[in-house]
């Protein structure tokens, strides 16, 4: 083959794929960017547009546009829905797309741990619509509780449950508790902002798990001056379009809230599982699988075992050795 013919296939547009695209900028490789979104996301400032304090276009960027000066590469809109290891090729929304070297990016999502029906009470944020149907809800609690007809509707209205003391959790109830505090504090006539209740809710026994164990209190102190309550070893059973059911220890307690957001866990993207489910289709002794999170083990080169015309890259590789 031609190298000026070598056909190289990116799926995802997000941080991974698109270096993967820039670091191929000096060769000659035929590039193909494939999303199924127009645009890159700065996912770290979600939480910024979920809240009201930057909007939709300060975070995401036409990926054709961040990549239009890179002639060795194409953008193509199109979800990826099937992949042929064998045939060495894509099934797509805009078509079959065939490649040389395969490099997958296509992320995680928010995972419900089989409690799917808690989608829809309990959002997680993870793209613009996820974030700006999460800052509508938030705002209209608020222009809700200032119409309230009863302390209780008001206290309901008012109560902000956000699940999962991960980083993003801690963003989001920190955001949350600024807001009330600070933001709306002089906005509303028949009820104080900063009576809000901004409860943050961990089923560990810390904040920031994954983080040296001595952020943890100060990532909680710093919580509790802007007014947000951390709840840890707290465990949500429940979530109700009214409320929540936290268990901690032997008691459970009912929570009413009219505002409940999900930042609890992570699914890889499905493409992980059809990537391993297609090597194995192929190769049925190639011990392929997924981790417990969907992610697909990678070598130190970031190809999968068996295939080195095969990347998986970012948040869909697991690279634990
Ligand atoms: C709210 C939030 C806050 C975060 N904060 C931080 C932080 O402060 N610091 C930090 O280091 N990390 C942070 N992260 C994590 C970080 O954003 C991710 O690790 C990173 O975005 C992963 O990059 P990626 O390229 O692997 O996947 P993604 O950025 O998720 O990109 C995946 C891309 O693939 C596309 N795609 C998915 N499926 C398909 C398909 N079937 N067909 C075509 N295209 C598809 C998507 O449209 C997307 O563009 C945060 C994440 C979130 C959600």
Redesign the pocket.
């Known amino acids: 083959m031609q190298l000026d013919t070598y056909r190289v296939v990116i799926?995802?547009?997000?941080?991974?794929?698109l270096n993967a695209a820039r670091a191929l900028r000096k060769t000659d490789a035929d590039i193909t960017l494939?999303?199924?979104?127009n645009h890159?996301?700065f996912?770290?400032l979600?939480?910024q547009v979920a809240t009201g304090g930057l909007s939709p276009a300060d975070i995401a960027a036409p990926i054709r546009g961040l990549l239009s000066k890179q002639k060795n590469v194409r953008v193509l809109l199109?979800?990826?829905?099937g992949i042929d290891i064998k045939s060495q090729q894509l099934k797509t929304t805009s078509g079959v797309v065939k490649y040389d070297t395969l490099i997958l990016?296509?992320?995680?999502s928010h995972s419900y741990f089989g409690n799917d029906g808690w989608a829809a009470n309990a959002p997680g944020?993870?793209s613009l619509d996820d974030a700006t149907a999460i800052r509508r809800k938030i705002l209209l609690a608020f222009e809700a509780a200032e119409q309230a007809t009863s302390d209780e509707e008001r206290t309901a209205w008012l109560t902000f449950a956000v699940i999962g003391g991960g980083?993003?959790g801690v963003?989001l109830a920190g955001a949350i508790g600024e807001l009330s505090r600070q933001t709306l504090r002089r906005d509303f006539r028949s009820f104080d902002p900063s009576s809000a209740r901004v409860m943050l809710i961990e089923g560990g026994g810390r904040v920031l798990p994954t983080y040296s164990e001595s952020l943890s209190p100060k990532a909680e102190k710093s919580l509790r001056k802007i007014g947000v309550e951390v709840m840890t070893g707290a465990m949500v059973t429940d979530i109700r379009t009214n409320g929540i059911t936290v268990r901690r220890g032997e008691s459970s307690e009912d929570i009413s809230a009219k505002t409940v957001l999900w930042a609890a866990g992570v699914q890889a993207?499905p493409?992980g599982k059809m990537l391993v489910e297609s090597a194995i289709a192929e190769d049925a002794t190639s011990g392929l699988t997924t981790d417990r999170a969907g992610r697909v083990p990678v070598n130190s080169d970031l190809t999968i075992p068996g295939h080195p015309e095969i990347f998986v890259?970012?948040?869909?590789s697991s690279f634990s050795h």
């Open positions: 799926v995802g547009g997000g941080f991974a794929g494939i999303d199924r979104s890159h996301l996912q770290p979600l939480y199109g979800e990826v829905t990016a296509t992320g995680a944020l993870k980083p993003t963003e993207s493409l890259l970012g948040d869909l």
